[in-house]
Nanobody, 122 residues
C-alpha cells in the first residue's frame, strides 16, 4: 500500500513563508514525478509546481519567483517552499506523485495526498 503524507500547512499572514512537505511511503519501487496542486473555493484544481526525478521543475505563472519545489529522493519526499505568500494563495494543497509500486515495477500510477489547508490572511 502506498501513502502520501503531507505536513506544513497552516495559517499565516500575507508576506510570510510556509514550507510544505510530503513523504511517499509503502511498497514503492520507484518515484517518478512529484508535484503540488491546489484548489481554492470556486476554482478548478491547478498545478502549482512539478519536479521530475531528474530535478527538472516547472511552476504555475502565479507562483514563479515565490515558490520553490524540491525533493529528497532518498526519503521519497517532496517539498514546497512558499515565500511572499498572498491571500490568493489560500487553498487546499495536494501532494501528488507518479510512482511504480513493487507489485508492478514496470508500470506507474498517480497517487494523491489527502490535502492540507493553507490560509493566508491580509
Amino acid at each position: 500500500q502506498v501513502q502520501l503524507e503531507e505536513s506544513g500547512g497552516g495559517l499565516v499572514q500575507a508576506g510570510e513563508s510556509l514550507r510544505l512537505s510530503c513523504a511517499a511511503s509503502g511498497s514503492i519501487f520507484r518515484v517518478n514525478d512529484m508535484g503540488w496542486y491546489r484548489q481554492a473555493p470556486g476554482k478548478q484544481r491547478e498545478l502549482v509546481a512539478l519536479i521530475t526525478n531528474g530535478g527538472s521543475t516547472n511552476y504555475a505563472d502565479s507562483v514563479k519567483g515565490r515558490f520553490t519545489i524540491s525533493r529528497d529522493n532518498a526519503k521519497n519526499t517532496v517539498y514546497l517552499q512558499m515565500n511572499s505568500l498572498k491571500p490568493e494563495d489560500t487553498a487546499v494543497y495536494y501532494c501528488n506523485a507518479d510512482l511504480a509500486p513493487l507489485r508492478a515495477t514496470t508500470l506507474s500510477f498517480r497517487y494523491w495526498g489527502q490535502g492540507t489547508q493553507v490560509t493566508v490572511s491580509s
